[in-house]
């Protein structure tokens, strides 16, 4: 079994920083794509950022420039520097990787989901 792991949500002043981090465990072969999303209530989930094995990113219009992910595959971990956090950030973050295994190709999988809460 693959489980997702994350951490580093919180409470945080407008144009505070946060660092969100999402470990990936169990019978690990390779994973390709690692992203995080994040939904509002009464919204529907949204892309944020992603980046692949090869290390290509791509982000949402909304935080480019003030958020980064990077990967540790030594690791299996995926990063979320958010940056100038404004309180329309606030949100449920969750990462998302799609992980093969020994046994599996490649599947998706989700991160039970951090909450983010940018207020004064």
């Known amino acids: 079994q693959v489980q997702l792991v994350e951490s580093g949500g919180g409470l945080v002043q407008p144009g505070g920083s946060l660092r969100l981090s999402c470990a990936a465990s169990g019978s690990i072969f390779n994973i390709y794509v690692m992203g995080w999303h994040r939904q509002s209530p009464g919204k529907q989930r949204e892309l944020v950022a992603i980046v692949t094995n090869l290390g290509n990113t791509n982000y949402a219009d909304s935080v480019k420039g003030r958020f980064t992910i990077s990967r540790d595959n030594a690791k299996n971990t995926v990063y979320l520097q958010m940056n100038s956090l404004e309180p329309e950030d606030t949100a449920v973050y969750y990462c998302?990787?799609?992980?093969?295994?020994?046994?599996?190709?490649?599947?998706?999988?989700w991160g039970q989901g951090t909450q983010v809460t940018v207020s004064s």
């Open positions: 998302n990787m799609a992980i093969s295994t020994m046994t599996t190709r490649y599947e998706n999988y």
